[in-house]
């Protein structure tokens, strides 16, 4: 045989011996995958907390107000609004004979979880309640609280935390309260060819002054209203001037001032009387809380308007309180309410006669 005839029948040996090994390998059915086996339903994780919070305590379902002992997590006294709310929780404790232990946090965040910490240890106390510095960074005490058997009730300020962890919160819509404050501001500020505004805002982790801004940002585009200056005077008459004052060394090109509470709004009086300005004149001023101060100032006719937010909260925090300690399940909200009143009502002196704060 030829050489080239050999090697064409080597050639074909090959290609043949390779076609029938790769046959003989042709990968075989791939095995079957296992039988589709339901796959392990996967375990919700446990949740923080899963059980809402319903357990009552040991007196329940015939728990008094009594029985009571409450631990209270006040923010500090930074103003008109506090020293009511305060003197609510005091007042009404004696009234309703419940025994009322008060932590005054100075409006120092690490002050207050401390105070909530002491409350968790202490065997006599079977309620806590907490008006929030800051929404955030309630979680991990709340579970302990709750591990303790203890019942939380918020007041005042919402905080950012499972509503099981808590029993239910008692306080405003700051939101509705920043929306009446922008619809209020657009009236004060109509036919006004400019609407810069200028806006004090409370301390900036709290959900007083989170809420009442996104609701004035909410409600001030229906008239045109532009936000020009917005800055913390953490809810103090003093810091509140300072800051107004700073603006008036930039600018004096301004309609209106939306401070989120009445103190800010005070600073703010002082500041533009002081620049040479007549305040609720030349500048319109709006203030929320509706204190005794805010009358006094719409009297005087240096502030336009001042949008309430009711501090007397104490009776429907004991109640709720007395309910959740006799097991019953609570409204995660209640919400307080509240109005809206105005340097031009002609009322005006007999509604400040009847006001408590
Ligand atoms: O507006 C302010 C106080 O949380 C609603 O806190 C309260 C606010 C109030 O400092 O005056």
Same mark, same amino acid.
């Given at each position: 045989m030829n050489k080239k005839l050999l090697f064409n029948f080597l050639a074909v040996v090959m290609l043949a011996s390779l076609i029938l090994s790769a046959c003989g390998s042709a990968p075989t059915e791939a095995p079957a995958a296992p039988a589709e086996t339901e796959a392990p339903a996967a375990t919700e994780a446990p949740a923080a907390t899963e059980a809402p919070v319903t357990a009552g305590l040991a007196c329940a379902p015939n728990c008094q107000y009594s029985d009571l002992v409450i631990g209270f997590l006040q923010t500090g006294s930074e103003g008109g609004w506090r020293a009511a709310n305060t003197a609510s929780f005091k007042e009404t404790a004696e009234q309703l004979g419940l025994t009322l232990k008060f932590y005054d946090s100075q409006n120092d965040l690490a002050k207050q979880v401390a105070g909530f910490h002491q409350f968790i240890q202490? #065997?006599?106390?079977?309620v806590i309640v907490l008006a929030a510095?800051?929404?955030?960074?309630w979680e991990e005490v709340l579970q302990e609280a709750k591990d303790a058997g203890k019942i939380v009730v918020i007041e005042d300020r919402r905080i950012?935390? #499972?509503?099981?962890?808590?029993s239910t919160y008692i306080g405003s819509d700051f939101a509705l309260e920043g929306r009446k404050a922008a619809e209020e501001m657009c009236k004060l500020l109509e036919g006004s060819e400019s609407k810069k505004v200028w806006e004090l805002v409370g301390n900036v982790g709290s959900s007083a002054a989170k809420d009442r801004g996104q609701g004035f940002r909410e409600g001030m585009t229906a008239c045109g209203i532009e936000i020009v200056n917005s800055q913390t005077g953490n809810w103090s008459a003093t810091e509140g001037k300072q800051v107004t004052e700073a603006w008036l060394k930039e600018s004096?090109?301004?309609q209106g001032i939306f401070a989120q509470n009445d103190e800010m709004g005070f600073g703010a009086i002082e500041a533009l009387k002081e620049a040479g300005l007549v305040p609720g004149v030349d500048v319109k001023i709006l203030s929320v809380d509706a204190t005794a101060g805010a009358f006094k100032a719409m009297l005087a006719g240096e502030l336009n308007v001042t949008v309430e937010c009711n501090p007397l909260l104490a009776p429907q925090v004991y109640e709720a309180a007395l309910n959740a300690a006799n097991g019953e399940e609570l409204p995660a909200w209640v919400p307080s309410q509240e109005g809206v009143f105005r340097?031009?009502?002609?009322?005006l002196q007999e509604i400040t006669d009847g006001r408590t704060y």
């Open positions: 202490d #065997p006599e106390v079977n510095l800051e929404t955030t960074g950012d935390a #499972p509503e099981t962890l808590y004096k090109d301004v340097s031009d009502d002609p009322n």
